[in-house]
C-alpha cells in the first residue's frame, strides 16, 4: 500500500489538514501545494498517482492547471480529481472537456473523497 | 390634471371649471351642442382647427387640452398588446376603449408601466446575482468555510484513534473557520437583503439618476446655490454618497456637466434672458456667448415651480446609446430600440451643426414637437484617436397647426402605425392588426 502517492493542490490550509489527514490515516503518502503559478513544476517534481485539484487557485486556474497536464504525454492520463465551490454544470463540462477524472463540488464526505481516491488510483 | 386624462374630458373638466354651459361653448366653437357633447365623451376624435377653436373659447393654450397625455396612454396599452401577442387584445380598438373606459384604460397602462420595471429590476437583479464580484467571492467563501467544517468535524465524529494534538489542531481550525462562516454568512446576508434598501438597488444606474433628478424636476438647486464656490465637487461628492460605485461613476458625470452648465449660465440671468426671447436657443446662445449645446442642456433644467415651459432631454453617446432621457408630455424614448428618426440621431451624421425641425408622431392626437439637436465632440479630434462624441436634444411640445413641415417619426417601431416607413427595423403590432 506504501507509495501510492497523492497529490493535494489547494490553497485552504484548514482543507488541506483535513483531506491530509483522512489519507494519510488511508495509508496514501500525500504531498501538498498551493500555488497555481508552480503546480506543474510540483507535479513533475513529486510525480503522484493522483492528483486531487482545487478550482480557484492564486496565481492559475485549476482548469489552466489541468489543460497542461493534458497536453503533457507524461501527465495525459494522470487521474485528477476536481474540487470546486462552483457546482454548475458549465463548470462541470468544462472540467468534463478539458479531461479530468473525476468532478467533485464542496462541500464534500470525508467518506466520498476517500472512496474517490481509491477509485481513481485503481486501488 | 390627472395623468392619462383624455381630451374630451379635458375639454368637460375645463368648461365646467369655468361655469360655460354646453351649448355655449359649442356656439362658439362653431359646433353643434350634440357634437360637443360627444367629444367630451371621448366618443369623437378632435384635433387641428376644431382644438385650436375650443381652446380659443375657453382661453386656453391648445396643449393644455391636447398635450400628449392621452398618446401616452395609448402607446402604454400598445405596448401591453405587444407584449403578450398570445392574449388577443384587439389593438385597432385601443382608442375606443381608451375613450369608453379611461379609468380601465389608465389602469391597465400604468400596470403595464409597473410589470415592465419589474421586468427590468429583475433582470438587473439577475445579472447582479450572476456577475456580481462581491456575492461570487460571499458565496465562494461560505462554502470553502463550510467544506472545511465539515471535514474536520467529520474526523473529530468518527471517533478513530485520533492523537492529542491532532485533536487539538483539528478544534482550533474548526473555531477558525466557524468565525470566517460568520463574517462570510453576515456578509452575504447583507448583500442579499434588499428589503431595508431603497428601491435603487435593483435598478440600473442611469435609472436611478433619472429617477432622482424626476424627483426634484431635473432642477439640482444645490448645484445651482453654489455656482459661485471654488469647488463643486464637494456637493457632488454629497450628492452621490451613499450610491453603489457604477451609479457614482454615472452621477458624477452628469453632475459635473450640470455644474459646468450652471457656472457658465447663471440661473437668474438665464431665466430672465431665456423668457425674454421666448425660449430661443439660438438667440440664447447669441445673447449669452456660451455653446448652444450648453444651452440646450441648461434649457431642461430650469426650475419646475417656475412658470417655465415644460422642455425635454434626450442625451446619448456616438454610438445612439441613451444616457440619459428626461421625458415630458407624450416624448418619451426608450433606452434601445428608439425610432432613429429623431434629430437626436440625425445630428451624429452633422457633427457641429445644430439642427432645428418639427417632429410629428403618429396617431390621431397628431402630437408636434419642436426639437433642437447638436452633436459635439467631447474632445479635440485628433488623427490618432477616434473620436468621443455626444449628442444633445432639447425637445419641446409644438402647436398642432405650427406651420413648419414637420419629420414624420415614432417612439419605437413596435407601436409605430407608419406604413412604408424605411426606417422600420421590426413589425408593429398595429400594422399586423390593420394587414
Known amino acids: 500500500m506504501t507509495g501510492k502517492q ?4 489547494e490553497d485552504e490550509p484548514n482543507i488541506i489538514e483535513a483531506i491530509r489527514f483522512i489519507l494519510s490515516r488511508d495509508g496514501w503518502a500525500v504531498a ?3 500555488d497555481g503559478t508552480t503546480a506543474l513544476e510540483k507535479v513533475r517534481a513529486v510525480a503522484p ?34 474540487l470546486t465551490a462552483r457546482g454548475q454544470s458549465k463548470d462541470r463540462e468544462l472540467a468534463e472537456r478539458l479531461g479530468v477524472t473525476h468532478f467533485m463540488t464542496k462541500p464534500f464526505s470525508n467518506a466520498e473523497v476517500l472512496e474517490n481516491v481509491r477509485t481513481l488510483a485503481g486501488w | 390634471m390627472p395623468q392619462g386624462q383624455l381630451t374630451g374630458t379635458r375639454i368637460r373638466d375645463r368648461r365646467l371649471d369655468q361655469g360655460i354651459r354646453q351649448v355655449d361653448l359649442a356656439l362658439t366653437a362653431g359646433i353643434s351642442p350634440s357634437y360637443l357633447n360627444l367629444i367630451e365623451h371621448n366618443r369623437r376624435r378632435i384635433g387641428g382647427k376644431l382644438i385650436n377653436d375650443i381652446s380659443r373659447a375657453l382661453g386656453l393654450d391648445p396643449a393644455l387640452l391636447t398635450d400628449g397625455a392621452e398618446s401616452e396612454v395609448l402607446d402604454r396599452l400598445r405596448n401591453a398588446a405587444a407584449d403578450n401577442p398570445d392574449a388577443g387584445a384587439e389593438v385597432a380598438r385601443t382608442e375606443d376603449l381608451a375613450g369608453r373606459f379611461p379609468g380601465w384604460a389608465a389602469l391597465l397602462a400604468a400596470q403595464h408601466q409597473k410589470i415592465a420595471a419589474l421586468h427590468a429590476r429583475v433582470e438587473n437583479l439577475t445579472d447582479r446575482l450572476t456577475h456580481d464580484p462581491q456575492l461570487a467571492t460571499s458565496l465562494h467563501d461560505v462554502i470553502t468555510s463550510v467544506t472545511a467544517i465539515r471535514a474536520t468535524s467529520s474526523i473529530l465524529a468518527d471517533g478513530g484513534d485520533i492523537d492529542a494534538d491532532w485533536q487539538r489542531r483539528f478544534h482550533r481550525n474548526i473555531y477558525e473557520d466557524s468565525q470566517r462562516l460568520a463574517e462570510s454568512s453576515r456578509a452575504l446576508v447583507g448583500f442579499l437583503d434588499l428589503s431595508g434598501k431603497d428601491s435603487d438597488a435593483l435598478r440600473s444606474p442611469q435609472e436611478q439618476l433619472e429617477a432622482w433628478l424626476d424627483g426634484q424636476g431635473f432642477h439640482v438647486a444645490a448645484l445651482e446655490d453654489c455656482a459661485d464656490c471654488a469647488d463643486g465637487e464637494i456637493v457632488i461628492d454629497g450628492l452621490v454618497k451613499g450610491r453603489d460605485a457604477a451609479t457614482v461613476f454615472v452621477m458624477r458625470g452628469y453632475l459635473r456637466g450640470y455644474y459646468a452648465d450652471a457656472l457658465a449660465l447663471p440661473l437668474d440671468d438665464f431665466c430672465r434672458m431665456a423668457r425674454d426671447c421666448a425660449y430661443d436657443p439660438a438667440q440664447l446662445a447669441d445673447q449669452t456667448g456660451v455653446p448652444l449645446v450648453q444651452v440646450l442642456r441648461r434649457l431642461a433644467t430650469l426650475p419646475p415651480e417656475q412658470d417655465h415651459p415644460h422642455m425635454g432631454l434626450a442625451l446619448a453617446d456616438g454610438a445612439g446609446v441613451m444616457r440619459l432621457i428626461k421625458p415630458i408630455a407624450g416624448f418619451t424614448l426608450p433606452r434601445g430600440g428608439a425610432c432613429p428618426l429623431w434629430p437626436l440621431f440625425h445630428a451624429l451624421l452633422q457633427i457641429g451643426q445644430p439642427l432645428r425641425q418639427i417632429v410629428d408622431l403618429p396617431g390621431p392626437e397628431a402630437l408636434r414637437f419642436e426639437c433642437f439637436a447638436l452633436a459635439c465632440h467631447l474632445r479635440p479630434p485628433g488623427f490618432d484617436r477616434p473620436p468621443l462624441v455626444e449628442t444633445v436634444m432639447l425637445v419641446r411640445a409644438a402647436l398642432p397647426d405650427a406651420a413648419a413641415k414637420g419629420i414624420p417619426a415614432g417612439i419605437t417601431c413596435r407601436i409605430c402605425q407608419r406604413e412604408g416607413c424605411a426606417a422600420r427595423r421590426s413589425a408593429s403590432i398595429l400594422s399586423e392588426v390593420g394587414g
Open chain 1, 32 to 34: 501538498t501545494h498551493s
Open chain 1, 6 to 9: 497523492v497529490l493535494l493542490i
Open chain 1, 49 to 82: 498517482n493522483l492528483i486531487i485539484l482545487d478550482v480557484m487557485l492564486p496565481g492559475r486556474s485549476g482548469y489552466d492547471i489541468l489543460r497542461d497536464l493534458r497536453d503533457d504525454a507524461a501527465t495525459k492520463s494522470l487521474p485528477v480529481m476536481m
